[in-house]
């Protein structure tokens, strides 16, 4: 099974972190976390349901029912100014001109930094270019909805790219930053449509 959500409080251990299909398929999907998944501290981690920590993360993932899996930064443990990576596997756009980047987020707590999103195309070596830098807290509850941002990603068209999700801890335990829903996709002309009019900042690809 893909995606098991980890448990317990996530103070001590790694029983919280789950486990990500990083393998090879058919064994896995190839993303890839950092810290890894058997390592303690600061990371990346999947969730089902609230996290552990009062005043700090979702209540649920971002579904109609709230009871499917996330994955978020455990603050409980770490120290400031951490790091935690998520690497998505290599995604081919190369028959593709046009595509979005859309994803859901939940940014609640004091002591939430930063998320900020990379795009790597590299070939043999990494070169990443930053997509998103969101600081601080976004929502003011854990009852918040989540949000969502979407960016164009017209200039990694025409290539393989993969996606780097990197969180940074603050000082304290009330900075849990949760993710779901990542997709990338290519808009129908509509879709551009509606985004031109809501999101003209953005300067999607128009047909």
């Given at each position: 099974?893909?995606?098991?959500a980890?448990?317990?409080?996530?103070?001590?251990?790694?029983?919280?972190?789950?486990?990500?299909?990083?393998?090879?398929?058919?064994?896995?999907?190839?993303?890839?976390?950092?810290?890894?998944?058997?390592s303690?501290?600061?990371?990346?981690?999947?969730?089902?349901?609230?996290?552990?920590?009062?005043?700090?993360?979702?209540?649920?993932?971002?579904?109609?029912?709230?009871?499917?899996?996330?994955?978020?930064?455990?603050?409980?443990?770490?120290?400031?100014?951490?790091?935690?990576?998520?690497?998505?596997?290599?995604?081919?756009?190369?028959?593709?001109?046009?595509?979005?980047l859309?994803?859901?987020?939940?940014?609640y707590?004091?002591?939430?930094?930063?998320l900020?999103?990379f795009?790597?195309?590299?070939?043999?070596?990494?070169?990443?270019?930053?997509?998103?830098k969101?600081?601080?807290?976004?929502?003011?509850?854990?009852?918040?909805a989540?949000?969502?941002?979407?960016?164009?990603?017209?200039?990694?068209?025409?290539?393989?790219?993969?996606?780097?999700?990197?969180?940074?801890?603050?000082?304290?335990?009330?900075?849990?930053?949760?993710?779901?829903?990542?997709?990338?996709?290519?808009?129908?002309?509509v879709?551009?449509?509606?985004?031109?009019?809501?999101?003209?900042?953005?300067?999607?690809?128009?047909?």
């Open positions: 099974m893909y995606w098991v980890g448990t317990g409080d996530g103070a001590l251990g790694n029983t919280h972190r789950g486990s990500f299909p990083s393998q090879n398929p058919p064994n896995g999907q190839n993303y890839q976390v950092s810290p890894d998944q058997n303690i501290g600061y990371a990346w981690s999947i969730r089902s349901g609230s996290t552990s920590t009062l005043q700090t993360g979702p209540t649920g993932d971002n579904s109609s029912t709230g009871t499917g899996r996330y994955i978020y930064t455990e603050a409980e443990q770490g120290s400031n100014n951490d790091k935690t990576h998520f690497y998505t596997p290599c995604i081919d756009l190369r028959n593709t001109t046009c595509a979005i859309e994803f859901d987020y939940h940014m707590g004091a002591h939430i930094d930063y900020q999103v795009v790597d195309t590299g070939f043999n070596t990494s070169s990443y270019v930053s997509l998103v969101l600081q601080g807290q976004q929502q003011t509850s854990t009852q918040d989540w949000k969502t941002f979407s960016v164009d990603l017209n200039d990694y068209t025409a290539r393989y790219l993969r996606l780097c999700f990197t969180a940074n801890r603050d000082a304290s335990v009330n900075g849990d930053i949760a993710v779901d829903n990542i997709r990338v996709y290519e808009p129908a002309p879709d551009v449509a509606l985004r031109d009019v809501f999101n003209p900042e953005n300067g999607y690809c128009s047909y």
